[in-house]
């Protein structure tokens, strides 16, 4: 079993208590005492923690060198010392590889005096690696060198990640190292080796914090979203693995609503966050990565900005099957894996436009036809509009801040193109937004002032953080009729999880658990 690892920092007993517990009421499966951290406690004070916790809550002890990360300024004879005090109340402690190899006197005395007294009962090694920056360049000799000691039972390497394809490697070692591993990738683009270490075989633990403020290291997830949010003790080694790719991608409401829809469904899946640097290579990097290793479980992504065409682009490279409405708009929103290589492309983002706005207004599709809409904006989410109502019959104006952008996909598809500051034809029945202004934090922002705005006319915006935007707020006082965006956010993940998993998708669930999360911020 792979371990949930909470590391304590507090500098006094009273507060060591206290987290110790709370650790334990949370379902970590270890603590990790941050010796760098608890100069200040006695030899007493370890013993006093550790039958607080008895049995049930095993110990990690390290006095983290500050070369990697840690905060105690101390030679190694100091942090050996320090280990020795603590060692019979630990069941593992923690020493630097570099530490280990910097002199046979060093080994000597971590093994006398650590492990010599406390032979057969005492704790068992962990040697460590950690690089704040980046990938160290001989990665691979690291864990080599760890891996030839014979006193080491569990390797551990951590890196500031750049990149998330600079994961596959640590992935690599949780599933097939010769030793179990702790192998995590700091910082946002490296959730995922947090994330999904419970996948992986060789995967020893994972490291989970206490609260939001008490990270021991960049990127480090709580272990209650670990838990809630990402399904931690659902995961197992046949676990599918789904996630979003966009950038930015930290603050989607995308991995709430699909976990919870598959632990709804019983679905073993999860769904995580997948950071990737906006230019293709990227994109297909990360794709090409996951793709080659079937064991990592990659079954399908949402895809959002600035991904969408390079989805479709991807999907055309590998010769994928592109759904014929995707194609036409350019753009592709989920990807679907067969785990032997093969893509399928779809755009879910039109019908789920579509059906948010004909629900509201209680009219059909076929209702909509000769109906004059005017659609703020012309990116990725106006085509995939666009194209919808011109199927629908309407007459589409399209405002863009980018005259060039609106002219061209107002000649796709038989529309008319205008600057974003004009205003709306007296005619004009429906209103979409589909820029991004008005988005949180810019809640001020609204893409059209209310004097444009004219009773009975259907305003909807596709912005969804907040709910009530400032175009909807106004929109309501004038006397228009209001769509949110949440509807087309649910309807467009709601196809998602039925396109992966051939199940109907608990929708009611899913809006309740976007319309929570956003009341929550
Ligand atoms: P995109 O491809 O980047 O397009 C952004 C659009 O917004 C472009 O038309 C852009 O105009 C315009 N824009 C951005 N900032 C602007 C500003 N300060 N002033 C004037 N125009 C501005 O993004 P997208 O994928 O289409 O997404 C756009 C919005 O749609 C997002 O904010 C999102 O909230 C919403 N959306 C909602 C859902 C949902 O399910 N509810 C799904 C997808 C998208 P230029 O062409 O001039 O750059």
């Known amino acids: 079993m792979t371990l949930l690892i909470v590391p304590i920092t507090a500098p006094t007993l009273e507060q060591a208590r206290a987290d110790l517990l709370r650790a334990r009421e949370l379902g970590a499966d270890m603590v990790e005492l941050r010796l760098d951290h608890m100069a200040g406690l006695a030899n007493e004070d370890f013993r006093t923690l550790r039958k607080l916790v008895g049995d049930a809550l095993p110990i990690l002890a390290t006095p983290r060198a500050p070369e990697e990360g840690g905060i105690w300024d101390a030679g190694d004879s100091l942090r050996i010392r320090e280990l020795a005090r603590v060692a019979h109340c630990a069941n593992l402690v923690d020493v630097e590889l570099t530490a280990w190899e910097r002199s046979p006197d060093v080994r000597e005395r971590l093994l006398l005096d650590v492990f010599g007294k406390l032979r057969g009962s005492g704790p068992r090694l962990v040697l460590s690696a950690h690089d704040f920056k980046q990938r160290p360049v001989n990665l691979c000799r690291i864990v080599e060198r760890m891996n030839e000691v014979e006193e080491c039972e569990v390797a ?10 600079e994961t596959f490697e640590l992935f690599d070692l949780m599933h097939g190292n010769a030793k179990p591993v702790v192998a995590i990738a700091m910082g946002e683009a490296g959730v995922i080796t947090r994330l999904l270490a419970r996948k992986f075989p060789m995967a020893f633990g994972t490291f989970a914090s206490l609260e939001k403020g008490k990270e021991s290291a960049p990127g480090q997830v709580t272990i209650e979203e670990m838990k809630g949010l990402y399904r931690w003790d659902a995961i197992n080694r046949g676990t599918a693995v789904y996630g979003v790719i966009g950038n930015p991608v930290a603050h989607s409401m995308s991995p709430a609503i699909h976990n919870a ?3 709804r469904c019983g679905v073993n899946a999860v769904y995580v966050p997948l950071l990737v640097e906006p230019a293709y290579e990227y994109f297909e990097d990360f794709l090409r990565e996951a793709l080659a290793r079937p064991w990592f479980g990659l079954l399908g992504c949402s895809v959002t900005i600035p991904h969408k065409a390079n989805a479709l682009r991807f999907a055309r490279n590998r010769h994928g099957e592109i759904e014929p409405l995707a194609e036409r708009i350019g753009a592709a929103n989920t990807l679907t894996f067969n785990g032997a290589g093969s893509v399928r492309a779809h755009n879910t983002d039109y019908a789920g436009a579509l059906d948010a706005l004909t629900t509201a207004m209680g009219c059909s599709r076929t209702d909509l036809r000769d109906a004059e809409v005017a659609v703020l904006g012309a990116g990725g989410a106006g085509r995939a509009i666009v194209a919808g109502l011109r199927d629908c019959g309407c007459r589409v104006i399209i405002y863009n801040r980018t005259a060039e952008r609106a002219k061209q996909l107002a000649d796709e598809f038989g529309c008319t193109a205008a600057p974003l500051e004009a205003r709306v034809r007296p005619g004009t029945k429906i209103v979409v937004n589909t820029t991004s202004i008005g988005m949180h934090p810019n809640v001020g922002d609204t893409p059209l002032p209310a004097d444009r705005l004219r009773p009975g006319m259907v305003v909807f915006d596709t912005v969804y953080n907040p709910i009530e935007t400032r175009l909807l707020r106004e929109a309501k006082q004038v006397g228009c009729r209001t769509v ?14 039925e396109l992966w998993t051939g199940k109907p998708a608990p929708r009611e669930l899913m809006r309740d658990v976007v319309i929570r999360r956003l009341s929550a911020t």
Do not use: P, Y
């Not at 551990?156 to 394809?165: N, Q």
């Not at 949110?484 to 999880?497: H, I, P, R």
């Open 484 to 497: 949110d965006g949440v509807a087309m956010f649910v309807n467009q993940a709601a196809a998602q999880f």
């Open 261 to 263: 829809a598959f632990e």
């Open 156 to 165: 551990k390497i951590v890196f500031h990640a750049r990149h998330i394809s």
